[in-house]
């Protein structure tokens, strides 16, 4: 008992206050996020057609499954991911809108293709990425690195654009128009799917109505930052 008295008068008072700053002072463990996506499964959908045809309103099926952060439903997602990092992927949004008008009773659940999204694995930040002339009902994006190529239809929605987009660029590396644009006289799809070529680096567009074109991508660094990080580190 007279050893640990000793003990406790040899420490100088300082010494606990400077221990319990030091304490304070340091930086805390980063949290580790898990990510991951849920199991398919089918919902009621009818896709958007411009065809009055019996066949062409009856619904379908659509593939979704939920985005998941941390053991919690996030969002649903549908179609295939596309890696962009070692972190960072992106996915087609899923969206279940209620569509019961104002004077009918009750909710009218359907699903709708929505917009992409952007997840970040480290830091499990989910980011809706605005596309410039994006059409959900109309944009098929195909992904090549951080670029998306589609066709588009421009803020007047009268005509179709071939658009080419880079994560992390505001305006569109390519924005050229293909064709007039009718909401309700239109091909569906209105394009198919855009093909990549690495070298030289470049994208074909095939418009339903018209032949190919291709343009060609000029630089190659990516100007998407992803969190924690610097635009000086990209």
């Not at 803020?155 to 071939?162: E, F, I, P, Q, R």
Request: net charge neutral; with cysteine.
């Amino acid at each position: 008992m007279r050893s640990a008295t000793l003990i406790r008068m040899a420490l100088p008072k300082p010494f606990g206050v400077c221990a319990a700053v030091l304490l304070l002072c340091l930086p805390a463990a980063a949290k580790v996020h898990t990510v991951a996506l849920g199991a398919w499964r089918k919902v009621p959908y009818t896709p958007p057609s411009s065809n009055s045809t019996p066949a062409a309103n009856e619904a379908t099926t659509l593939r979704v499954r939920p985005l998941v952060i941390d053991g919690q439903v996030k969002d649903w997602t549908t179609g295939d991911i596309h890696e962009i990092t070692d972190r960072t992927f992106v996915a087609r949004r899923a969206v279940k809108l209620d569509d019961a008008l104002p004077n009918e009773t009750g909710a009218h659940w359907l699903w709708v293709l929505g917009p992409w999204l952007l997840v970040d694995r480290t830091t499990a930040h989910i980011s809706v990425l605005h596309l410039p002339d994006f059409d959900p009902a109309v944009s098929e994006v195909v992904w090549f690195r951080d670029y998306a190529a589609y066709c588009g239809v421009n803020s007047t929605g009268k005509h179709l654009y071939a658009v080419v987009s880079q994560l992390g660029v505001r305006r569109p590396l390519v924005a050229k128009p293909l064709t007039k644009w009718t909401a309700d006289d239109h091909p569906t799809p209105a394009c198919a799917p855009a093909t990549w070529q690495r070298q030289p680096l470049q994208v074909v567009f095939h418009p339903a109505n018209g032949g190919a074109l291709s343009y060609q991508i000029f630089g190659l660094a990516s100007a998407l930052v992803e969190g924690g990080e610097s635009p000086d580190e990209q």
